[in-house]
Structure formats: structure tokens, C-alpha cells
């Protein structure tokens, strides 16, 4: 239950990846930009065999590229979830109930921090502060931030993506 299947490159993937990292060859000092758009192609990840072919189009090395997706959260070396649900640990937001809400969030998707959702649909991870400590506690999905949560508004929150009332 808690690890997605690992990410698969065909050829057409593979060719995507190419023409999205030859866009960037002039340009590396954008690599997170780089690394982000490649992730989103590949299932919310960036697998090895991914870095040889963004580092054979864009000349950074492997080392380089991998030194993102250890240092960066938001940059993943094994595939996570459609939807990628972090919940804020920092003070502001444990103070104000980020635990309750966390447990909420794991009951509705059945899953542990760190794990992904067996139809690969949800990601649950925890990340440092969102930037919301005024109105915590707060949890980002994807790129959206939600804040001023309770258990009962995370869970419903939770089931809307569920049901595809969110995309």
C-alpha cells in the first residue's frame, strides 16, 4: 500500500522529456523550473533513467540533477500520486492542531505520512512551513494552499478530491 509502482520510460515518455529539457539546454541556471516540468511528465517523479536523459540534452550532470532530489522536497526520485497532499510541521502549525488534522487526512485516504494510495491517486507527506502560519494549520495539495483546517474540514476537503469535485 505504501509504495506506487515504479515509473516506467517508453519511448514516447521518453521523447517528451527530450523535447522539454532541449527547451532548457541554453539555460541551466533554471533547473529547478527544468525539474519540475520533467517531474509532472513522469507520475510526480525523477527517476535515474530520467536524469540520464535530461542531463544528455541540457550537459548537467547526473550528479547535479540528483543533488535536486535530495535537497528539494518538492523534487521526487520515486513516483507519488496524482495528488500530492503535504501537510505543514513547523510550530505555528502543530501549535494550532496540524496533528488532528493529519490524522484526519490519514483516516480518509488510509494511508501514513510518506505513503501513496494504492490507485496512485493520493501522495501524504509533510513538508516545512507553507507560509500560512496566521492561518494554521495548513496543508498544500499540488501547488494549492488550504489553511484555517480542522479534522472535519481536511477530511472533506480530502473527499472532494476523492470524488473529483477538485481536479
Known amino acids: ?48 533513467d530520467v536524469a540520464v536523459v535530461v542531463s544528455q540534452e541540457t550537459g548537467i550532470d547526473v550528479a547535479t540533477l540528483y543533488s535536486y532530489t535530495s535537497f528539494y522536497a518538492m523534487i521526487s526520485d520515486v513516483p507519488r500520486g496524482k495528488y500530492i497532499v503535504r501537510m505543514c510541521e513547523s510550530a505555528p502549525c502543530h501549535i494550532t492542531g496540524a496533528r488532528d488534522v493529519m490524522d484526519a487526512i490519514e483516516y480518509t485516504l488510509k494511508i501514513k505520512a510518506g505513503e501513496t494510495t494504492p490507485d496512485g491517486l493520493f501522495t501524504l507527506e509533510y513538508c ?12 498544500m495539495i499540488n501547488d494549492q494552499v488550504y489553511s484555517d483546517l480542522t479534522p472535519g474540514k481536511a477530511s472533506g476537503l480530502i473527499e472532494e478530491y476523492i470524488r473529483g469535485d477538485i481536479a
Open 1 to 48: 500500500m505504501s509504495k506506487k509502482q515504479d515509473f516506467v520510460l517508453t519511448a514516447e515518455t521518453q521523447a517528451q522529456i527530450s523535447a522539454e529539457a532541449k527547451k532548457y539546454k541554453e539555460a541551466p541556471w533554471q533547473l529547478m523550473r527544468i525539474l519540475l516540468r520533467i517531474q509532472k511528465i513522469c507520475e510526480n517523479s525523477f527517476p535515474r
Open 128 to 139: 516545512q512551513c507553507l507560509g500560512m502560519c496566521e492561518k494554521s494549520p495548513a496543508i
